[in-house]
């Protein structure tokens, strides 16, 4: 098993520009998350999906979009991206939904800077 | 302010030293508690997992400890390594993540 993957490593935006981080679990897991690490605080999360076809937000939602087409794949998409959004994103999955005792494996991260 | 505060910010210890980091947190109400172990540059990786009913959980080298009445858990690390050199996370409900605290274990 891979576990969770992520692409791209490393990603340079100019302002006003978009992108769309990938994200594939071959765990077969039912909960997914992105979050964002900025220096000195903790985790946010993004958005999250409980199963395919089924997204919500989290704590700092505005900028990004999610979709879940499938159980494997769940995409963050940055429509129009700004300089607040430099950040390390990373993807999460899990068997069971949020507030489980389920483990959550994390992806290696993507780091973004939009100039 | 953050509702889950750790401490140290960070730490450094010789190698063989037992540490015990900190995590206060004002979630509520409480679900679980997490901890992770996040090597620089790499994503969290889960230690352990508390709810209400545990006070204590082990997973090798590492016990977490909680206490749900006063809103505050533990991570002792016995006979630390260097490899354990990296940032602990301590997560309540999910999501709510402290900012970490940086472990340097120095031979």
Known sequence: NAGVTQTPKFQVLKTGQSMTLQCAQDMNHEYMSWYRQDPGMGLRLIHYSVGAGITDQGEVPNGYNVSRSTTEDFPLRLLSAAPSQTSVYFCASSRGVLLSTDTQYFGPGTRLTVL | KNQV???????????????????????????????????TGRGPVSLTIMTFSENTKSNGRYTATLDADTKQSSLHITASQLSDSASYICVVNDMRFGAGTRLTVKP
């Open chain 2, 5 to 39: 505060e750790q401490s140290p910010q960070s730490l450094i210890i010789l190698e063989g030293k037992n540490c015990t980091l900190q995590c206060n947190y004002t979630v509520s109400p409480f679900s679980n508690l997490r901890w992770y172990k996040q090597d």
